[in-house]
């Protein structure tokens, strides 16, 4: 697991217990524990049945972007299961440079943000 998202997790376990006390919470504070409560969501995997890495690196990057920020937390799982057909019909190139390299070279990035951006105007007129 990238070490990006052992952090974010870390961080957002930390302004969870905190924000558990009923304080005001400033606004980027709150946008943490969005992005968060996100994360968490993305970990959720069916039993026995774990995906292939360039799946994992693929949603995570996405949600420790932002991409799943502006929505509910309960659009997650459909978020994540729209995604990967998405990018094996409109992105192949992205798995397989994963599953080639693995690592997100520059021009790996470039194609993550255009896929999830276009996946993003697709996906807003679902839920």
Known sequence: MPVSV???LA???????FAAFGSDLDEATQKQLTRGERLVELMKQ????PLPMEKIVTVFYAGTKGYIDK??????????E?????VENRFPEIFSGLKEKEEITEEIENKLKQCLEAYDEEFKDTI
């Open 6 to 8: 052992l952090l974010d």
């Open 46 to 49: 069916p039993q026995f049945k």
């Open 11 to 17: 961080q957002f376990r930390e302004l969870e217990a």
């Open 71 to 80: 929505y509910p937390r309960e659009a997650v799982a459909k978020y994540e």
């Open 82 to 86: 729209g995604l990967y057909p998405f």
